[in-house]
């Protein structure tokens, strides 16, 4: 988004707050309603004059952190986040199911700009502590959120945008805290909201699952080999997680797409295109992922010896039988964000073309709702299935108001 259309949209939330606050106007027509509950939520609480997010106990917060699955699943995915916050100068923080932070890591100037609010981990983030923000939005609608400028009630950060979503536990559903993303309002970018998505999901799926997987271990009853790559990645080999590096998953990927084999010529050029990467290289790539699948992956041609199911097909063979909602569901988001392997973004734009044009031929106001999470920005989905909705019982469809909201949001 170009820098002069951020900053009209910023003096346009500027201008609503300030009418708020000095109830100079009402200003329903011109804020989101989830922001405007907040704004009535906050200003019943919080002055506007809050310096700082105020801080729970911190040594209760970090004995909270040390006894937390969320600990463990951090840790499995620091890497990620850590290379996410420096790559894009965001600060990601993760909270408690009371928007409690118990763990953050920042860029260099983003890092500080959080210590001076308390956007440190034993801040409370709550709207009834600190004013409207996408932590706090994210943890009471159940949804991915964002905040920008000066949605948020307090001055203190109406310099920053904000995304957030929701954590559950995969195996009782329950929720349990919100993974959010910040950096200042002039780098808001449309893929805020779905990076974040991407980023909770990670963490979801990097938890420890002792309810869900039975024996010892984190096994199932699930044979062969399950990859999920859309949105963010997991391999299971017999219900056994696999940490396998980047290169490793890619190569698996295109292996577990291609289940008739692929030459060493052509797992090359669709791992890497033209780039100068030799066919010994590859070669000790493959060598690694042999050994971490326990040998079942044949040479010449290059072949997995165990069933394979991945996400992608499951979201495709969904489309194919016109089940278009299951299909949204399944559909994570980007195939491996970031790859850069020629036949996987090229995949990836297949699967997304796709979820796309089916909604668009059956725009199911669920499913849409759900894809608008993934592609915020996307308007004319949004458009086509406001206009395919019909009123129920003299009344408008009940999900009318909440797709113009998501409209709103998309055109800025």
């Keep these: 988004m170009a820098r002069a259309e951020l900053q ?14 000095e109830r100079a106007a009402t200003v329903d027509r011109l804020v989101r ?32 952190w040390r006894d937390s699955p969320l600990q463990v699943a951090v840790e499995r995915v620091e890497e990620e986040l850590r290379r996410t916050a420096e790559d894009g100068d965001l600060v990601v923080a993760v909270t408690d199911p009371q928007t409690r932070i118990l763990w953050t890591y920042g860029g260099r100037v983003m890092r500080r700009r959080a210590e001076t609010v308390n956007f440190v981990p034993a801040g409370r983030w709550d709207d009834r502590s600190v004013g409207t923000n996408a932590l706090d939005l994210a943890n009471r609608l159940a949804a991915p959120a964002m905040v920008f400028s000066a949605e948020h009630y307090a001055p ?23 993974l959010d993303i910040s950096t200042t309002w002039d780098r808001t970018h449309p893929i805020g909201l779905a990076t974040a998505r991407v980023l909770a999901r990670l963490v979801e799926q990097a938890l420890p699952r002792t309810q869900q997987f039975a024996g010892s271990g984190e096994v199932t009853a699930d044979p062969g080999l399950v990859m999920t790559l859309l949105g963010a990645a997991e391999t299971r080999l017999d219900g056994q997680r696999l940490l396998l590096s980047r290169r490793q998953t890619e190569v698996l990927a295109l292996l577990a797409l291609h289940p008739e084999g692929l030459s060493l010529e052509q797992l090359h050029a669709m791992l890497y295109g033209d780039q100068a990467v030799t066919f010994s290289t590859l070669k000790a790539e493959v060598s690694h992922l042999r050994h971490a699948l326990g040998g079942q992956l044949a040479s010449r041609p290059y072949r997995l010896l165990m ?106």
């Excluded at 929701?166 to 195996?171: F, K, R, T, V």
């Design 33 to 64: 309603p989830e922001i405007l509950h907040s704004w009535n939520r906050s200003q019943a609480a919080v002055p506007t004059s809050v310096p700082a997010a105020p801080l729970a106990d911190e040594s209760e917060t970090a004995a909270a």
């Design 156 to 178: 203190i950060v109406h310099n920053w945008v904000c995304w957030a979503a929701p954590l559950h536990d995969p195996a009782s559903g329950a929720r349990i805290g919100v």
């Design 8 to 21: 009209a949209r910023r003096v346009e939330a500027v201008r609503a707050w300030t009418s708020f606050v």
């Design 307 to 412: 069933p394979v199911a991945t996400d992608v097909d499951h979201v495709l063979a969904l489309l194919r039988r016109g089940q278009v909602g299951a299909a949204v569901e399944a559909y994570g988001g980007d195939l491996l964000p970031g790859t850069n392997s020629p036949a996987l973004i090229e995949m990836g734009e297949y699967v997304a073309v796709a979820v796309r044009e089916a909604l668009l031929s059956d725009p199911q106001p669920d499913a849409v709702i759900h894809y608008s999470e993934l592609a915020p920005y996307d308007t004319e989905v949004l458009e086509v299935c406001l206009d395919h909705l019909r009123p129920v019982n003299g009344r408008p469809h009940p999900a009318v108001a909440l797709l113009k909201g998501r409209l709103a949001v998309a055109r800025g």
